[in-house]
């Protein structure tokens, strides 16, 4: 099946910075979404982006399909922000089933 | 408008135990999901239902059965509980292509 990789597995900031998560995959896909779990384990839908350019407030995504990776960038960080986020993809079929990444967990530090 | 609802949110069985974990959705959605979360493995598919009447297994369906029971409800049962089965339990559904998460259950076997 599909391989899902997110890179770096850890990442500490501190309020303010800006990041950049990778999600790289091993095949087409037709359906690539990132999830925001906050510290109390509820999974967020951020984007639907199995290509092109995407931004809603604060972070902003990018999916390359033609080479296989996402980026998730979160600029101006604050502790809220702070979680996993998970790169998840569907390569194909009408069932949606989605295959996770192990996920980047973020501790954004006041 | 609950969106996905599971319940219970905590559990503890015994090994050999049985119980099923329910989820119900009034998202008029026809996909839903069970997947289970462990550390460092990201979330694993257990099984799928693609509309009412039909279910599918996943990737790690092997000591588990569903019942899609209609559209909104979707369940998963546990015959003889094993260790191996403590986890966090996500139901999730889908419109098109953005996945819903409920709220999940935290389920541990001794």
């Known amino acids: 099946g599909i391989q899902v990789e997110q890179s770096p597995p850890d990442l500490i900031l501190q309020e303010g910075a800006n990041s950049t998560l990778r999600c790289n995959f091993s095949?087409?896909?037709?359906?690539l979404q990132w999830f925001h779990q906050n510290p109390w384990g509820q999974l967020i839908n951020l984007f639907y982006?199995?290509?092109g350019t995407k931004q809603n407030g604060r972070l902003s995504a990018t999916t390359v399909a033609t080479e296989r990776y996402s980026l998730l960038y979160i600029s101006s960080s604050q502790t809220t922000d702070s979680g996993v986020y998970f790169c998840?993809?569907?390569?194909?079929?009408?069932?949606?089933?989605?295959?996770f990444g192990k996920g980047t967990l973020l501790t954004v530090n006041p | 408008n609950a969106g996905v609802t599971q319940t219970p949110k905590f559990q503890v069985l015994k090994t050999g135990q049985s119980m099923t974990l329910q989820c119900a959705q009034d998202?008029?959605?026809?996909?839903m999901y069970w997947y289970r979360q462990d550390p460092g493995m990201g979330l694993r598919l257990i099984y799928y239902s693609a509309s009412e009447g039909t279910t599918d297994k996943g990737e790690v369906p092997n000591g588990y059965n569903v019942s899609r029971l209609n559209k909104r409800e979707f369940s998963l049962r546990l015959e003889s509980a094993a260790p191996s089965q403590t986890s966090v339990y996500f139901c999730t559904t889908t419109g098109y292509y953005e996945q819903y998460f409920g709220p999940g259950t935290r389920l541990t076997v001794t």
């Open positions: 982006i199995p290509s």
């Open positions: 095949d087409s896909v037709n359906n």
């Open positions: 998202m008029n959605h026809n996909s």
């Open positions: 998840a993809v569907d390569s194909g079929g009408s069932n949606y089933k989605l295959t």
